[in-house]
């Protein structure tokens, strides 16, 4: 733990994953108590558990969140990601995606997150307007050669 990285020796891609820890993260992780050398041991046996699903059942039930899938946390995650201003490179090394266009599917934009994008194009816009019509020479419209009629 003290890289702050917690490793999965055979991820779902069939290679090995690093997953970076979060302060809170690590946090939680610190304060559980142990009782075997593994972070996650079986309750059955004395190695790791294998798989997280029946853990997860137990929690939800216990949480009243029935309905509620790892995926679904899993997509929350990029979406808050996404939605306070990282990167999808960022959020694509984070879920461990080879691919970036699969992270993109996690990756729903708020509304609020598009409008602050489109109001930053909309600043710039209007700075750059205000500096070029100040700078600007007024037309004579009653000259020959004003725009209208040149070229």
């Avoid at 946390?73 to 939605?83: G, T």
């Avoid at 509304?111 to 109001?119: E, T």
Wanted: glycine share 4%.
């Amino acid at each position: 733990m003290e890289r702050r990285i917690l490793t999965v020796p055979l991820s779902k891609s069939g290679k090995a994953r690093h997953i970076p820890l979060s302060d809170a993260a690590l946090q939680i992780l610190e304060e559980i108590s142990r009782k075997s050398e593994w972070l996650f041991p079986s309750s059955r046996t004395d190695s790791h558990i294998s798989t997280i699903y029946e853990e997860w059942d137990r929690v939800r039930e216990r949480a009243g969140l029935k309905d509620v899938r790892l995926h679904d946390l899993r997509h929350s995650f990029a979406s808050f990601l996404v939605n306070s201003g990282c990167s999808l490179y960022e959020v694509q090394k984070l879920l461990g995606h080879q691919n970036p266009k699969v992270t993109t599917r996690y990756a729903h934009l708020a509304q609020d997150s598009l409008w602050r994008a489109a109001n930053l194009v909309g600043e710039k816009l209007r700075e750059k307007g205000e500096k070029r019509h100040r700078n600007r020479k007024p037309v004579d419209c009653r000259r020959k050669e004003s725009i209208l009629t040149s070229g």
